[in-house]
């Protein structure tokens, strides 16, 4: 019921900057929570930025380097990534969080975008 679509990945020299976007649509009006996982080949994939409500968690990895946002209105989120390095090379998923109902039948989804690649060149 909600779908998700990324842009804005690419190739990069390490210490350049891109600008990842997600686009939701459905039934965004339940989401109540947008951020970005990553998964380089043969890892797992993890957590990156999530932002909920008015507060934001990012990895160790990139904090002090990547920004999260989100355009509640236009159901959009970015991920600012600067200062790129080649172990920030991996597929970058957007992912969603919604929910609905009354307290007394309370339902929860999460939900993920194609993938974008990011790949950052030594």
């Known amino acids: 019921q909600v779908q998700l679509v990324e842009s804005g990945g690419g190739l990069v020299q390490a210490g350049g900057s891109l600008r990842l976007s997600c686009a939701a649509s459905?039934?965004?009006?339940?989401?109540?929570?947008m951020g970005w996982y990553r998964q380089a080949p043969g890892k797992q994939r993890d957590l990156v930025a999530l932002?909920?409500?008015?507060?934001?968690n990012l990895a160790d990895s990139v904090k002090g380097r990547f920004t999260i946002s989100r355009n509640i209105a236009e159901s959009t989120v970015y991920l600012q990534m600067n200062s790129l390095k080649p172990e920030d090379t991996a597929i970058y998923y957007c992912?969603?969080?919604?929910?609905?109902?009354?307290?007394?039948?309370?339902?929860?989804?999460?939900?993920w975008g194609q993938g974008t690649q990011v790949t950052v060149s030594s």
């Open positions: 992912y969603a969080a919604a929910a609905w109902g009354p307290v007394e039948r309370h339902y929860e989804a999460d939900y």
């Open positions: 932002i909920k409500s008015g507060t934001t």
């Open positions: 459905g039934r965004t009006r339940s989401i109540n929570a």
